[in-house]
Antibody, heavy 117, light 108 residues
Framework: QVQLQESGPGLVKPSETLSLTCNVS????????WSWIRQPPGKRLEWIGY???????HYNPSLKSRVTMSVDTSKNQFSLRLDSVTAADTAVYFC???????????WGQGTLVTVSS | EIVLTQSPGTLSLSPGEGATLSCRAS???????LAWYQHQPGQAPRLLIH???SRASGIPDRFSGSGSGTDFILTISRLEPEDFAVYFC?????????FGQGTKLEIK
C-alpha cells in the first residue's frame, strides 16, 4: 500500500499563493494518477484536479484558472499551487492516488490550510 | 456537475446491527462509477467500494455496495466498533468528480 503525506504552510495570507507538496512512499509515482482534494470546514469534499506522472493534468473547471500541479519523479512527490487565495480556500487539503478510472485508492491524512491575514 | 445527496445525515446504531446508507445522484452515473469511502477523524479516508459494488482490496465482506444509475446503497452488516465513522460516496463517471456530503454513523 502506498503512503502519502501532505506538507506545507498551515497559514496563508489572502491574495497570496498556497503551495503544498505530497510525498509518496511505498511505491513509485511513475504510475497511476495523483490528485488533490479539499474539504472546507462543514462542507463536502471538492476534487481539485489530478496530474499524471508524465505531467499531464486535468483540473476542476471551478478552480482551473488558479491551479497548477506539478510532479517530481526524482523525489517521488507532486505539488499543488493555488493562486490568489481567499478565505473560501480555507480547507483540509488531501492528496490521493487515483486509478485510471477515477476512484481514490490511497489518501494522505490531510493538512489544514487557513487563509487569514 | 453531478450532485450527490446522501441520507441519512446521521445514523445511530448499536454494534452488531446492520446499516444501510444511501447515495442519490442528480443524474445517471456513467458506467456506475460510484465509490464509497470510510473516514475516521484525523485519519486518511479509506476506499471501501468501487464501481458501485466491488469491494476494494482488504475490505471485510460485511461491507457491500449495490445500485445503479442514480441510486446507490452501502450496506454494513453486523457493525463492529471500528465501523463507526463518516461515510461518503464519490462519482467518477463524469468530470468534475463529485462527492456526497457524508453520513455519520454513530454509536447509539
Amino acid at each position: 500500500q502506498v503512503q502519502l503525506q501532505e506538507s506545507g504552510p498551515g497559514l496563508v495570507k489572502p491574495s497570496e499563493t498556497l503551495s503544498l507538496t505530497c510525498n509518496v512512499s511505498g511505491g513509485s509515482i511513475s504510475s497511476y494518477y495523483w490528485s488533490w482534494i479539499r474539504q472546507p470546514p462543514g462542507k463536502r469534499l471538492e476534487w481539485i484536479g489530478y496530474i499524471h506522472h508524465s505531467g499531464g493534468t486535468h483540473y476542476n473547471p471551478s478552480l482551473k484558472s488558479r491551479v497548477t500541479m506539478s510532479v517530481d519523479t526524482s523525489k517521488n512527490q507532486f505539488s499543488l499551487r493555488l493562486d490568489s487565495v481567499t478565505a473560501a480556500d480555507t480547507a483540509v487539503y488531501f492528496c490521493a492516488r487515483e486509478t485510471v478510472y477515477g476512484e481514490f485508492v490511497d489518501w494522505g491524512q490531510g493538512t489544514l490550510v487557513t487563509v487569514s491575514s | 456537475e453531478i450532485v450527490l445527496t446522501q441520507s441519512p445525515g446521521t445514523l445511530s446504531l448499536s454494534p452488531g446491527e446492520g446499516a444501510t446508507l444511501s447515495c442519490r445522484a442528480s443524474q445517471s452515473v456513467i458506467n456506475d462509477y460510484l465509490a464509497w469511502y470510510q473516514h475516521q477523524p484525523g485519519q486518511a479516508p479509506r476506499l471501501l467500494i468501487h464501481d458501485a459494488s466491488s469491494r476494494a482490496s482488504g475490505i471485510p465482506d460485511r461491507f457491500s455496495g449495490s445500485g445503479s444509475g442514480t441510486d446507490f446503497i452501502l450496506t454494513i452488516s453486523r457493525l463492529e466498533p471500528e465501523d463507526f465513522a463518516v461515510y461518503f460516496c464519490q462519482q467518477y463517471g463524469s468530470s468534475p468528480y463529485s462527492f456526497g456530503q457524508g453520513t455519520k454513523l454513530e454509536i447509539k
